[in-house]
């Protein structure tokens, strides 16, 4: 059974750093590649970054681009998300999620089989 957990949400003013963590048990993490998602109340859930099996691509939402960096450990099954320059407009529940085998990056949600339980940033002004 595929377990993906985010972990290291949190408040924090505006300007500030967070990173979230996605430890990932139950597949070959190695083959997937991988993407954070972040959703609010009302709203459609959206794409935030995703990185290729190998680490080697990545590819951002230009809402944090530049402002965010994901990353991964192969041998720890974990990838992250490193925020900084946080704003109020980043508040949300932060998704990862496991795209379908054999692609390299996408952004469509509905290409992603396998999904946490999400974590909430908040970020004060």
């Known amino acids: 059974q595929v377990q993906l957990v985010e972990s290291g949400g949190g408040l924090v003013q505006a300007g500030g750093s967070l990173r979230l963590s996605c430890a990932a048990s139950?597949?070959?993490?190695?083959?997937?590649?991988m993407g954070w998602f972040r959703q609010t109340p009302g709203k459609a859930r959206e794409f935030v970054a995703t990185?290729?099996?190998?680490?080697?691509?990545?590819f951002y939402s230009d809402s944090v681009k530049g402002r965010f960096t994901i990353s991964r450990d192969n041998a720890q099954n974990t990838m992250y998300l490193q925020m900084n320059s946080l704003k109020p407009d980043d508040t949300a529940v932060y998704y990862c999620?496991?795209?379908?085998?054999?692609?390299?990056?996408?952004?469509?949600?509905?290409?992603?089989?396998?999904w946490g339980q999400g974590t909430q940033v908040t970020v004060s002004s």
């Open positions: 999620a496991a795209a379908d085998r054999a692609l390299w990056l996408t952004t469509h949600l509905y290409e992603y089989h396998d």
């Open positions: 139950g597949l070959t993490f190695s083959a997937y590649a």
């Open positions: 990185i290729s099996w190998n680490g080697d691509s990545t």
